[in-house]
């Protein structure tokens, strides 16, 4: 495969750094580019020292002038309390971040993927959601700056597409766990793992019977890299990423009690508002376009991050950064 050189958005979050670890590897030129809302140097610092890899504190609201033949946009908050921190920062990357790595993508002819999401379902009242399902969103709940800002930004791709002929990909991605996710965002996996291992309170929300589907970050990112490799003639369609294997949450509570061996007590709390009650990708698609398949099943993974959690030094995390000024 000849060297290209690619930008990956958010390349220091969770995903991003292990996609820009996977291209590295491809012997690509990579460039990171983040402004660390959402994550540290930490992830990409045993990175720095590769002579194929460029970190970049950037916000991509903000114009980047790069030389790349590909990038993948992965900028933007992706935990629900991550992204409702600060909501018109959190549309504004979205929708920002679009137009500003589409231009780059229009100058520099560069083919394009958007991390895209379940979320742009909503509440389904589709299950399992295929990607002809125009979704349930609920415009003014206080999901909707993520939900919202990632349609805006699918919106913007197709209309580059169709006006520019930019040579894009839609990934829509499920819920998807692993090493690296930040300890402190909230998640259901990463909330659970770590409130197992102390022994704490295990926080169930609402009645726990709300499903979800959750891919582990390895048949993630191997999915991204293959739809941005695709070259059928209906690449530029969008396409769920995900694993089917559906859980109910309380479920995932009982089965990190089970696998951590802890001494938790399941405690009921509200459901937040708008959570959605089920989610489980139709992977048709995905099967047919790329041969793509998840390989790793959720015990698996679930040990695996379990393990990942056993070592995580809690100190060196934090919240977001307080950056209400910048929206
Ligand atoms: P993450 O929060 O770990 O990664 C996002 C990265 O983007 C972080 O490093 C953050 O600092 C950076 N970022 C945020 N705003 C930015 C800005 N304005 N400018 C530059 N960088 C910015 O989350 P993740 O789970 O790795 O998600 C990566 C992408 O995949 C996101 O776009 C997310 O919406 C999408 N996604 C993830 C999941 C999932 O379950 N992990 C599901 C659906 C979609
Ligand atoms: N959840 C929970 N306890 C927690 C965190 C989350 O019961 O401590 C629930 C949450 O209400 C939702 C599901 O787990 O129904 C998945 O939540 P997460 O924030 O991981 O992702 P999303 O809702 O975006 O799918």
């Not at 100058?107 to 349930?136: F, M």
């Amino acid at each position: 495969m000849p060297m290209k050189r690619i930008l990956v958005t958010g390349g220091a979050g969770f995903l991003g750094s292990h996609l820009c670890e996977r291209l590295i590897a491809q012997g690509h030129d990579v460039i990171c580019l983040d402004n660390f809302f959402t994550s540290q140097k930490s992830n990409v610092l045993h990175l720095l020292d590769n002579k194929n890899f460029e970190l970049i504190r950037h916000d991509i609201t903000h114009p980047v002038w790069l030389e790349v033949d590909e990038i993948y946009n992965l900028a933007c908050p992706a935990a629900p309390g991550h992204y409702q921190y600060n909501p018109i920062k959190t549309m504004k990357t979205s929708v920002m971040g679009a137009i500003n790595t589409c231009g780059m993508a229009k100058r520099c002819n560069a083919k394009i993927l958007q991390a895209s999401t379940s979320e742009i379902y909503g509440d389904p009242t589709v299950h399992p959601q295929p990607e002809s399902y125009r979704g349930n969103v609920n415009t003014l709940g206080p999901r909707a700056c993520y939900d919202e800002g990632k349609r805006a930004a699918e919106t913007l791709f197709m209309d580059y597409h169709r006006r520019h002929g930019i040579d894009i990909r839609i990934a829509r991605i499920f819920n998807t766990y692993g090493p690296r996710m930040h300890p402190f965002d909230g998640r259901v996996i990463s909330n659970f793992i770590l409130q197992a291992l102390m022994n704490q309170d295990i926080t169930l929300f609402g009645d726990g019977l709300q499903t979800r589907s959750f891919c582990y970050r390895d048949d993630l990112v191997e999915g991204l890299m293959l739809l941005m490799n695709c070259d059928a003639d209906d690449k530029h369609l969008p396409v769920n990423l995900g694993n089917e294997g559906e859980f109910t949450i309380k479920q995932l509570a009982e089965m990190t009690i089970e696998m951590t061996g802890s001494k938790s007590a399941i405690v009921y709390h509200d459901l937040p508002e708008d959570d959605p009650m089920q989610r489980k990708p139709d992977l048709t698609r995905a099967k047919k376009l790329l041969d793509w398949t998840p390989a790793i099943q959720f015990e698996e993974g679930l040990s695996k991050t379990i393990e990942y959690f056993r070592t995580v030094d809690l100190d060196e995390y934090r919240e977001p950064t307080p950056n209400h000024i910048m929206a």
